[in-house]
């Protein structure tokens, strides 16, 4: 088994993939206020920053800040991900549990890098944002709806016309 080294770094900024089991799932977007009321019962409990993020329909994206002292990622992600599955079969969706009594909706890793500096966060916010395009799921990031993209157009952070399907650079396949 791979031995994964994760970077503990308290009050740390981490980029996140973390994915569905089944890669052909639709699951996050088809149910995304569910995924939503995940986010915010953990960010009521255990406060983080989430800097930028997309919701793609099998994985998602992010960039979270934590708080001085705080390097919990972990802790964070997996209260996420069963918040996001007890609701799921709360609601009736079709999965079986394993003899853990597990459910098999996620994948049991995720990717995780530290943000070294402001040019390694930009070109991780840029990849975030072109994502959608990247996986051709749309020709211009302003036309996901799942996507911190929105927030950065109306900071004028970015223009409504960035991350269009022309576009290449900054987009390195970062955790996937």
């Known amino acids: 088994m791979v031995n994964y080294r994760r970077n503990w770094l308290p009050g740390g900024t981490f980029f996140f993939t973390v994915t569905l089991l089944d890669r052909r799932s639709r699951w996050l977007v088809t149910q995304v206020e569910s995924l939503?009321?995940?986010?915010?019962?953990?960010?009521?409990?255990?406060?983080f920053t989430i800097e930028a993020i997309v919701v793609l329909p099998d994985h998602l994206h992010t960039i979270w800040t934590l708080p001085p002292g705080d390097a919990d990622f972990a802790g964070r992600w997996k209260v996420i991900k069963s918040h996001f599955t007890r609701t799921l079969v709360q609601q009736g969706v079709a999965m079986r549990s394993n003899?853990?009594?597990?459910?098999?909706?996620?994948?049991?890793?995720?990717w995780e890098?530290?943000?070294?500096?402001?040019?390694d966060w930009q070109r991780h916010v840029d990849y975030i944002h072109y994502n959608p395009v990247k996986h051709g799921l749309v020709t211009h990031a302003s036309a996901w709806p799942f996507s911190s993209f929105h927030r950065f157009v109306r900071l004028g952070w970015l223009s409504a016309d960035w991350g269009g399907g022309e576009q290449a650079e900054n987009t390195d396949d970062f955790g996937e």
């Open 36 to 47: 939503r009321a995940a986010f915010r019962a953990v960010h009521a409990q255990r406060f």
């Open 99 to 110: 003899a853990k009594g597990e459910y098999p909706l996620w994948q049991r890793r995720y």
């Open 113 to 119: 890098h530290t943000i070294q500096d402001e040019d």
